[in-house]
């Protein structure tokens, strides 16, 4: 018995040591596509943001220093009230096992990311300021229940005078529904005139945050250890997570998504983590993460694509199924669509298929079909912001040229 408690002991000091090259696993947004034609990078803001968790069964343990039997889902996002200032929000639901009886409880951080080290003020909700480093509050009621259960969690951020940060949580299971409960209503102090969330590459026109130039914001709806930077160690596991933005006032799956977040990024991402090898594995099938059990993967969870399924009639395919602008030409046919496709089917006929897909607004890949080649031919606005680089820079070497041969002959002539 006591070699048997020796040897656990050992197992948990060994899976403690593999922290520093743990993440948190789930679905995370940071703006980048991997592509056969090479990486594409993206960003878009939004208002509102919704995960929705199901899990079925698992056995697991959070290290040090919780050490509980117990997890965290944790919905992340940074949010620009200004120029100089940029919060990083937590929605966390936490889930303890006891002889198979789940408790789920509500809470929610805020943070001040704009700087390392940069302290936290003018917060104001139903919970405090701890140490002028965050601000954190506990939902009063505490949920039991046995397995399956459905946790969703949203943000809203509401632009006024100030901005107002609006949390709420769904829990649901067999015999109970919450309903859309408000958590906390957050006032920030501080001037504002469009406060959004932020996600992927902002570029120059990112807020003051650390790395915002450089770097990615990731969205995060994520598994991770119970509290306070634990690695949560897997045993056993199924359970599926979705994530969506809002855009004009519809919900969208996110465009594109890893399991891990980046090793370099902008704003915050969440310090609690889920062993690499007794871990988590996902794979996105029927528009749903699917997670169970196994080794940390750290690739994308999918790669958007236009799929032409040729049988009786032609089925085209979008995936993931979120904000495309479609139109297709032909056959005396003509039609555009723009929301959230699935697929679209045709009667046998020459087409010619043009398909954007959008986050926010904004076109991040394009692909052609031409249906009587049946060929397919993608292009993304990163190309085309290179070609027009490349059209101004050999315009500034023209220029270039012209004023040294003018400056050649005003000297010959001297």
């Known amino acids: 018995m006591i070699k048997l408690i020796l040897i656990i002991m050992l197992f948990i000091i060994l899976m403690s040591l593999n922290v520093a090259r743990s993440t948190s696993v789930g679905i995370n947004d940071n703006g980048t596509i991997v592509t056969n034609n090479g990486t594409l990078t993206y960003g878009y803001s939004t208002n509102g943001l919704l995960g929705i968790f199901n899990f079925y069964n698992g056995s697991f343990y959070s290290l040090r220093p919780s050490y509980t039997y117990g997890f965290s889902l944790q919905l992340n996002a940074n949010v620009n009230i200004s120029l100089n200032t940029t919060l990083w929000i937590q929605s966390i639901a936490r889930i303890s096992n006891i002889d198979n009886t789940y408790k789920i409880e509500f809470l929610d951080n805020v943070w001040n990311v704009t700087q390392q080290n940069t302290t936290l003020k003018g917060v104001k909700g139903n919970g405090n300021i ?213 697929n679209i089917t045709l009667i046998k006929g020459k087409y010619l298929v043009y398909a954007s897909l959008k986050a926010g607004g904004k076109t991040i890949e394009s692909f052609f079909i031409n249906l009587s080649s049946n060929n397919t031919t993608k292009f993304n606005t990163n190309y085309l912001e290179q070609f027009n680089s490349l059209i101004y820079i050999s315009g500034f070497i023209v220029m270039l040229l012209i004023i040294a041969i003018v400056l050649r002959k005003i000297k010959k002539n001297l």
């Open 130 to 342: 701890y140490n002028n480093e965050y601000y954190a509050y506990e939902y009063p009621e505490t949920f039991v229940s046995k397995t399956p259960f459905t946790i969703k969690e949203y943000v809203y951020i509401k632009n006024s005078s100030h901005p107002i940060i609006e949390i709420y949580f769904n829990f649901i299971n067999s015999t109970y529904q919450s309903g859309e409960t408000l958590l906390d209503k957050i006032i920030v102090n501080q001037m504002s005139n469009n406060p959004v969330f932020l996600i992927g590459q902002m570029g120059g026109s990112a807020p003051q945050t650390v790395n915002s130039l450089l770097e990615p914001f990731v969205l995060q709806f994520v598994v991770a250890g119970y509290s306070k930077g634990s690695q949560l160690l897997v045993f056993k596991w199924h359970a599926s997570m979705k994530l969506f933005y809002l855009y004009n006032n519809s919900w969208y799956i996110i465009p594109s998504a890893y399991q891990d977040s980046p090793t370099d990024f902008a704003g915050g991402t969440t310090l609690e983590s889920v062993n690499m090898l007794n871990g988590i594995n996902e794979y996105f099938l029927n528009n749903t993460v699917i997670q169970i059990n196994g080794n940390l993967n750290q690739s994308a969870l999918w790669t958007p694509s236009v799929k032409i399924l040729n049988s009786t009639n032609y089925t085209i395919e979008l995936n993931p199924p979120t904000l495309w602008d479609l139109t297709i030409i032909g056959n005396n046919f003509n039609k555009s669509i723009i929301g959230n496709i699935t």
